[in-house]
């Protein structure tokens, strides 16, 4: 009797059964022929990935979770998950061999290391007559076809994305694969889990090295049954969805007021095309916001970063990267340690900071305040540091979407009106005046007022002493001055955008078709969507935008 041929799926984003092309395949196909074919779900944990990874401890208790849910989830449908340890392109050679696999089947990833990890297994199911089934489905729509509509380069502004997304037909969600006929069993694949029935489990927190005893409390849990459940308590809010305005939203509120989704996206625990979907029932037939900023708005900004990610090269880097604005940043340890760990003297920055490494998420526009304030706005330090210390710290750090927000919030990319700046004061008095989101994340100002606790620095010695904070001492004093720092920053950006034109302009950049984004550099139009400019009226528009410079200098 012919040995039975083994199916593997492999997970790696996509950790869900709902929705998922490539695992639906693999269960049909065995479903089929269950004589034939046996199903292996498999998760491959690189040791090695804890080297050259940064990855704090609130992303990986989200990733154990998320595991131990998926497992759970597969055994509902008469499967389980074998997680197995080692690098992918040493394992598979082996499993390939030793469980006679006849099928791989994975979703479609764009990040620079998926793209040469696959590459490589490719090359290696070949060499073993492996036949390879690859899905697209961490996107609704395929980045590639967006980037061929357009002409072969990717869209680099909001607008002509969805303009060319609105052509595309929307994909509908699958449901939950059917049940596999019985638990299966393979002689081939169980021979090690014979000898140690649980070598193919979840990784428990001590595998993964992180004492769960010394971290905050988990207020994001991890998996797909959390992040369905999230879902669908949010759009019990009708009206709640269909009023929802990203810029509306507070960034500095006690509990979130967001969806926080974004972390069960990144790891593909939601579907996008799910949650897509369901926002549309919602708002079907009501009054609703629009995009860019009503919800299906900020599922369209995630397909937005993906499709330029995906046909950018140096994405993730300012040097050799055709539509990221050179600049002369700053290198001072001192500054981005005081930044990263919320020791800035600015209370509501480092309010931010903290929570950010506490719980592993923060608010939207809070990442929008701490990123100005690293770069273009107060310590002039490269956005690459900061989307290094988000990689390591956000439960929803999605390279994509963290080298492109780094790019537009430091006036690199996609947004270019470099002299608005983000104020460290008063940007969150809007919307928490009283500073409780600051008593929380930073107790050593607990009892400061409202009148002074974005400004500690400006209490007398003796209130400081009555108030239990001497600052300089208990709490940092600001290493800048906002009102003067700011400003010399404006002129420096300004500086380079001068110094990108120049060279630009001598022949030594790519084409207008990739030369801004979303705003343009000062004396040259905003490239169309076919890539022409009108350099005839490039003078009034360079006068315009310096007057307009000088007038924002002037309030400061």
């Not at 604005?325 to 001072?332: A, P």
């Not at 939207?364 to 956005?383: E, K, N, P, Q, Y």
């Not at 940092?476 to 120049?502: L, T």
């Not at 076919?530 to 528009?541: D, E, L, M």
């Amino acid at each position: 009797m012919a040995k039975r041929e083994t199916i593997v799926h492999w997970f790696r984003k996509g950790l869900r059964i709902h929705d998922n092309p490539a695992l639906t395949v693999a269960v049909d196909k065995v479903r089929a022929n269950p004589a034939k074919y046996c199903l292996r779900p498999i998760f491959v944990l690189d040791p090695g990935i804890r080297k050259w990874l940064r990855v704090g401890p609130n992303r990986w208790r989200f990733l154990q979770q998320t595991l131990a849910n998926l497992d759970e989830n597969l055994r509902s449908i008469n499967s389980r998950l074998y997680v197995l340890r080692g690098n992918p392109v040493e394992v598979f050679p082996k499993l390939f061999a030793d469980w006679n696999v006849s099928l791989l089947t994975y979703e479609h990833d764009i990040e620079p290391y998926a793209v040469k990890r696959d590459s490589t297994v490719e090359e290696q199911a070949r060499k073993h007559r492996v036949e390879v089934h690859i899905e697209k489905s961490h996107t609704i729509f395929d980045p590639e076809g967006i980037v061929k509509k357009n002409g072969g380069k990717p869209p680099l502004t909001y607008q002509r994305y969805a303009t060319l997304a609105s052509a595309c037909k929307i994909p509908q969600p699958l449901p939950v694969p059917q049940k596999l006929p019985a638990k299966e069993t393979s002689p081939e694949a169980d021979k090690e889990e014979r000898k140690n029935p649980s070598c193919y489990d979840p990784p428990t927190m001590e595998e993964l090295a992180i004492e769960e005893a010394s971290m905050g409390q988990c207020k994001f849990p991890g998996g797909e049954s959390e992040a369905l459940r999230r879902m669908n308590e949010i759009l019990s809010r009708k009206a709640w969805v269909c009023k929802f305005e990203k810029p509306n939203t507070s960034p500095n509120s006690l509990e979130p007021s967001t969806t926080v989704l974004s972390p069960y996206l990144k790891f593909g625990c939601l579907s996008v095309r799910l949650f897509y979907s369901r926002i549309a029932e919602t708002i079907k037939g009501q009054k609703h916001s629009q995009p860019p900023v009503s919800l299906i708005g900020q599922v369209m900004w995630r397909e937005f970063y993906y499709c330029v990610a995906a046909a950018t090269p140096n994405y993730d880097k300012m040097v050799g990267n055709g539509i990221c604005t050179q600049i002369d940043w700053d290198t001072n340890k001192d500054y981005l340690e005081a930044w990263t760990h919320g020791r800035t003297g600015y209370p509501f920055i480092d309010a931010i900071m903290r929570q950010l490494r506490q719980e592993g998420w923060i608010h939207h526009l809070a990442r929008h305040a701490v990123a100005c304030f690293l770069t273009r706005g107060d310590l002039w330090i490269s956005w690459e540091e900061g989307q290094r210390v988000f990689e390591e710290l956000l439960l929803d750090a999605d390279w994509a979407l963290n080298a492109g927000n780094w790019m537009w919030l430091s006036a690199s990319a996609f947004f270019h009106q470099y002299f608005r700046v983000y104020s460290p004061v008063a940007f969150g008095k809007k919307t928490d005046p009283e500073g409780k989101f600051i008593k929380k994340y930073v107790p050593e100002l607990a009892r400061f007022p409202a009148g002074i606790i974005y400004e500690p620095w400006k209490a007398n010695l003796e209130t400081q002493k009555k108030l239990g904070c001497i600052i300089g001492k208990d709490y940092p004093m600001r290493i800048v001055v906002h009102e003067d720092i700011s400003k010399v920053n404006i002129q420096r950006m300004s500086a380079a955008y001068k110094r990108n034109k120049a060279q630009k302009d001598g022949g030594t950049e790519q084409d207008d078709s990739v030369s801004s984004g979303s705003g343009g550099t000062p004396g040259k139009k905003r490239p169309s969507s076919t890539g022409s400019t009108a350099k005839g009226k490039a003078a009034p528009k360079k006068r315009k935008i310096e007057a307009t410079i000088e007038k924002f200098l002037k309030k400061k």
